[in-house]
């Protein structure tokens, strides 16, 4: 059997397994798109020219330019990848899933992670209701679009990049006269969990939730193992953008930014931060936006490397190439993420991630959960740290928009 059909045939078992899920991500995104996506009412403003090249201050930066023609030049002489055909990727499950579930804004994974775990409780629930959207503030409105433009709330005013940390009441309290099912499920929740901490939504809210959190993590536990083995995950992710015909410079000062508020979080040097300035930091614009890029880099570097393992889904939805893909969807600062980008970036660097789900679906029984997904990297468990562990990094997916959980 061809590598093509073994691929096929893995996907087919593992949506049949999947279909309670996907049937939620399909209605999200059937949601979503029946209007636009709109912009942020305060447009980013453009990300500084890199202090390495000190060029003259220019309304439009160059780096999201640069990245375009790096991804153009990588692509040069290739062909352009013929569409899979839908039948052909989805087999049986294409009746339960169309392909634009495998497509939503952290649509949970359920389509792509080849080591999937988790689900949530309440497995086989299959029913998929509108979901509601009765938040105080403009940062879901901006992110990714809007579900169920009719529940939202008045637009508030713009949150920083990353929030405060919050109580959960504070979640318990915008939905207290919203769907009786949603207000279960956020008792369900505070079992679990005791805090949040809100980002802005203006598409990168995905990579700001996991900038913040992984930051944090090394801050409060100081593990220096594990900053040691993303260090060299860190150098896999520049050999394969180099490889990929990327030029060094497009994509250096993202990569020296990250790294140096990585060792700025560990304790005992001169440049050693703490909670409070760690907060400032991700703040700060040119920091934040560049850690972004860093994070839209390495996903995008992963996809292209395991293009055979991602072709179909970004093919059959896209009709585009996967570098095309990537020029578009991946890379520009302001574009959605979906549950592409998240298995992407996790298994670029080795980190697991977990989302919970916080929608109106319930079970045929009457039983309510808050459905989970866990993305496991596909790295050996052998080179301990991060890969080897439970996820540590949590985040609250609400339809086009990431918060950050805190356990209890």
């Known amino acids: 059997m061809s590598s093509t059909l073994i691929q096929i045939e893995r996907w087919r078992a593992y949506l049949r397994e999947n279909r309670a ?107 998929s209701v509108s979901v509601e959207l009765s938040m105080g503030g403009d940062y879901y409105h901006s992110c990714c679009g809007d579900a169920d433009l009719d529940l939202r709330a008045p637009e508030g005013p713009k949150l920083p990049y990353v929030g405060d940390k919050e109580p959960l009441s504070t979640l318990a309290a915008e939905f207290q006269s919203g769907s009786p099912i949603l207000q279960e499920k956020i008792k369900l929740l505070g079992e679990q969990y005791d805090a949040l901490r809100r980002t802005r939504g203006d598409g990168n809210c995905f990579y700001r939730s996991f900038m913040f959190s992984y930051l944090e993590h090394i801050l409060e536990t100081q593990d220096k193992s594990e900053v040691d083995r993303i260090l060299k995950k860190i150098e896999q992710c520049k050999r394969t953008l180099v490889d990929l015909g990327y030029i060094e410079f497009t994509f250096e000062d993202f990569f020296s930014i990250f790294i140096d508020q990585l060792e700025s979080v560990l ?45 179909p889904f970004i093919s059959g939805l896209t009709n585009s190439t996967v570098v095309q893909f990537c020029k578009a969807s991946v890379e520009p600062m302001g574009e959605e993420s979906d549950h592409v980008h998240i298995i992407a970036l996790s298994d670029a660097l080795g980190v697991p991630i977990r989302v919970m789900y916080l929608d109106r679906s319930s079970c045929d029984a009457g039983n309510i959960s808050v459905n989970h997904h866990d993305f496991i990297p596909e790295a050996n468990s052998s080179e301990g740290g991060a890969a080897a562990e439970k996820p540590y990094i949590t985040l609250l997916y609400r339809p086009g928009h990431y918060d950050i959980l805190y356990p209890k």
């Open 21 to 127: 899920l996907i049937s939620h991500l399909r209605r999200d995104l059937g949601g979503r798109r029946r209007e636009k996506r709109k912009t942020s009412t305060e447009p980013n403003p453009p990300l500084p020219p890199s202090p390495s090249r000190t060029p003259e201050p220019e309304p439009n930066p160059p780096h999201a330019k640069l990245a375009r023609e790096a991804a153009d030049a990588s692509a040069a002489g290739a062909d352009a990848a013929a569409p899979v055909p839908e039948e052909a990727v989805m087999g049986e499950a294409a009746a339960a899933a169309a392909p634009e579930a495998l497509l939503v804004e952290g649509g949970g994974g359920e389509g792509m992670n080849p080591n999937p775990s988790g689900g949530g409780g309440g497995g086989g629930c299959s029913e």
């Open 267 to 311: 304790q005992g040097h001169e440049t050693s931060i703490g909670a409070e300035e760690l907060l400032e930091r991700t703040r700060d614009q040119m920091v934040s936006d560049y850690v972004v890029m860093f994070f839209r880099f390495v996903t995008s570097g992963e996809i292209q490397r395991r293009a055979e393992f991602f072709e």
